[in-house]
Structures are given as structure tokens and as C-alpha cells.
């Protein structure tokens, strides 16, 4: 493989801490203080699973996040930051990489309807499988310091 200034798998390096760094942002700019105490996160997403177009995410939501509100919002919160933390550091990064692609599909899957939020998603889920699939932690990683996932 032929690349400009870094090696290939420098490059794959670049894409999971960037994919890292977007969800470090994601996490950072949640007010988690809303999020935790009035749980605002999660009464937005009930809102749009309520009037969603498919009937196992209306059901799907009502079973699995509604009668837990609260824990749902710690999970969803720090999911994003381990991810993001993950990722920048490079630290069981095919865990993390698998990790992100799956809130990328639950999120797609929820915000269905809205274009903005789809393109945010699915460029998230690409960059995730490329980094999988691309071993992108062979390169400034924990893992590669530690001889994980060889």
C-alpha cells in the first residue's frame, strides 16, 4: 500500500483516534447534569420511539429503556465517553470499534426520520468498520504496546 507522509496503518491510527474524538465530543457536550437529575435524554428519545414508524422500536423501547430511565442515561452517557477514551488511546479497540458501530445502529435506527442525524450515524458506523476491519489499532495504540489483538 502506497501512502503519503504516514504508513497505512498510521493512517487507520488518524481514523480511530478522530472516530474517538467524535464521541469524546459527544459525550462532552451533553449536559449531563439534565441528562442525570431530570432525565431529559432519555424522555427525548421516549418521545420520538413513541411516534416512531416501526412497531419494534416503539415496543423495543417501551421494554428495554423505558422501565429504566435513569440507568439507561448513565449507560448512554458513559458509553459514549469508554468509547471515545477507547479510541483515542487505542485500548481494546476492536471491542470499542464494535461497541460504537452497535450505539451508531441503535441511534440510526431510532432517528430513522431525521437526515441530520443519519449522516452523523452513518459516517460514525463506516469509520468504525473500516477501523475494524483495517486493524486500526496495529498503530499508536495501547493495544499494539501491550500485544493485544495481534
Do not use: C
Not at 18 to 41: N, P, V, Y
Not at 113 to 131: F, I, K, T, W, Y
Amino acid at each position: 500500500m502506497d501512502t503519503i507522509w504516514l504508513t497505512g496503518a498510521q493512517w487507520l491510527a488518524v481514523l480511530r483516534i478522530g472516530l474517538g474524538l467524535w464521541w469524546l465530543e459527544s459525550w462532552r457536550h451533553k449536559d449531563r447534569k439534565a441528562w442525570f437529575e431530570r432525565g431529559t435524554g432519555i424522555t427525548w428519545a421516549a418521545s420520538i420511539a413513541a411516534e416512531h414508524r416501526w412497531n419494534a422500536v416503539r415496543s423495543g423501547f417501551e421494554k428495554a429503556v423505558a422501565p429504566h430511565p435513569r440507568v439507561m442515561a448513565y449507560v448512554v452517557v458513559y458509553a459514549e465517553l469508554a468509547l471515545g477514551l477507547g479510541l483515542i488511546t487505542g485500548f481494546l479497540t476492536p471491542i470499542a470499534l464494535v461497541g460504537g458501530l452497535l450505539l451508531n445502529a441503535l441511534y440510526f435506527t431510532l432517528m430513522v426520520h431525521d437526515v441530520a442525524e443519519q449522516g452523523q450515524n452513518s459516517m460514525m458506523a463506516l469509520m468504525s468498520v473500516v477501523g475494524l476491519f483495517g486493524m486500526s489499532w496495529q498503530a499508536w495504540s495501547l493495544d499494539s504496546a501491550f500485544g493485544l489483538f495481534l
